[in-house]
């Protein structure tokens, strides 16, 4: 016997199989707050770099002055200025020792001279 067209479903979303959603993780604190000096806070956008006296639209938790990290280590980078500083709460940056530079991301010259 020939083959019979298969019927169309009315509603293909009724068959769908729903997927497992992954947890979702909380999004990292863009807004951060810090001490103006005086007592009084400022608030910084990590990902802007923009920073107000004003308490942003987007900033989560309580207003609590974020702990500066302290160096814990300096080492030099052979072939050029800068030092790789390692702070207390794990984090790294780069220091130039000739132009007092400091960097969060991997200056050039040291790419260059690894």
């Known amino acids: ?40 806070l400022y608030y910084y956008n990590v990902k ?11 900033f989560k ?9 302290t160096p814990v280590s300096w080492d030099p980078i052979d072939g ?5 500083v390692k702070t207390d709460d794990g984090k790294k940056y780069y220091f130039h020792k000739t132009t007092q530079e400091t960097s969060w991301s991997v200056p050039k010259e040291v790419k260059e001279a690894r």
């Not at 169309?8 to 769908?16: H, Q, S």
């Not at 802007?48 to 987007?58: I, L, Q, R, V």
């Open 61 to 69: 938790g309580e207003a609590k002055v974020a702990k500066d990290p």
């Open 1 to 40: 016997p020939p083959l019979q067209a298969a019927a169309v479903l009315e509603d293909p979303a009724a068959y769908e199989v729903d997927e497992p959603k992954a947890e979702e993780e909380e999004p990292e604190q863009e807004w951060t707050a810090h001490d103006g000096g005086d007592g009084s």
């Open 80 to 84: 050029c200025d800068w030092m790789e």
């Open 48 to 58: 802007t770099g923009e920073s107000t006296w004003d308490k942003p639209e987007g």
